[in-house]
T-cell receptor
Framework: AQTVTQSQPEMSVQEAETVTLSCTYD???????LFWYKQPPSRQMILVIR??????QNATENRFSVNFQKAAKSFSLKISDSQLGDAAMYFC????????????FGKGTKLTVNP | GAGVSQTPSNKVTEKGKYVELRCDPI?????LYWYRQSLGQGPEFLIY????????DSGLPNDRFFAVRPEGSVSTLKIQRTERGDSAVYLC???????????FGSGTRLTVV
């Protein structure tokens, strides 16, 4: 079974600075998807960024980018020019490309943005 | 609708009671998922519907949990003989097809006292 590990329960960053959230995963599959989700106090999970394992190029969405290291099974999220609205829980998630469509989540990292 | 709607937003029930949690997905989304999020944890998969049928129910913890989606749209998660350990946020998500990204609802916070 696949597992996702987020080793940083909490992180903090100054407004306008850059922060990197870590995620590692374990799988025997070669083709899969990886995601970062943001969960504010409203509880709704919001997709931040998605990476397909067969693509070598790291995904980027505006201020959010990933460092995908397939051999190391590492998938970190970099947030540039941090804003107060970025404060939330961030979850890393894995999904197989075939078979079950379920997401496997890590335990999350709580990000605080200081003004 | 514009988003995934879950009702009620919060539910408090007594141990041993039966509860139903409702999920109204985005119109036209064929795939629907239920997850459970305990305090301090990431969401855990419960069940996945493709249309009316449960394509994967491997995450349901025991036979007290059951979910239906009779007309391929609204889904209901049913929990019998609730236990205090069932207290969690229950999240629903939908997508237009299994390979696309999910849209999550805001969840139902279930508290069993």
């Amino acid at each position: 079974a696949q597992t996702v590990t987020q080793s940083q329960p909490e992180m903090s960053v100054q407004e306008a600075e850059t922060v990197t959230l870590s995620c590692t995963y374990d799988t025997s599959e070669s083709d899969y998807y990886l995601f970062w989700y943001k969960q504010p106090p409203s509880r709704q999970m919001i997709l931040v960024i998605r990476q397909e394992a067969y693509k070598q190029q790291n995904a980027t969405e505006n201020r959010f980018s990933v460092n995908f290291q397939k051999a190391a099974k590492s998938f970190s999220l970099k947030i540039s020019d941090s804003q107060l609205g970025d404060a939330a829980m961030y979850f890393c998630a894995y999904r197989s490309r075939g078979g079950s469509e379920k997401l496997v989540f890590g335990k999350g990292t709580k990000l605080t943005v200081n003004p | 609708g514009a988003g995934v709607s879950q009702t009620p937003s919060n539910k408090v029930t007594e141990k041993g009671k039966y509860v139903e949690l409702r999920c109204d997905p985005i119109s036209g989304h064929t795939a629907l998922y239920w997850y459970r999020q305990s305090l301090g944890q990431g969401p855990e998969f419960l069940i996945y519907f493709q249309g009316t049928g449960a394509a994967d129910d491997s995450g349901l913890p025991n036979d007290r949990f059951f979910a239906v989606r009779p007309e391929g749209s609204v889904s209901t998660l049913k929990i019998q003989r609730t236990e205090r350990g069932d207290s969690a946020v229950y999240l629903c998500a939908s997508s237009p097809a299994a390979l696309y990204g999910y849209t999550f609802g805001s969840g139902t916070r279930l508290t069993v006292v």
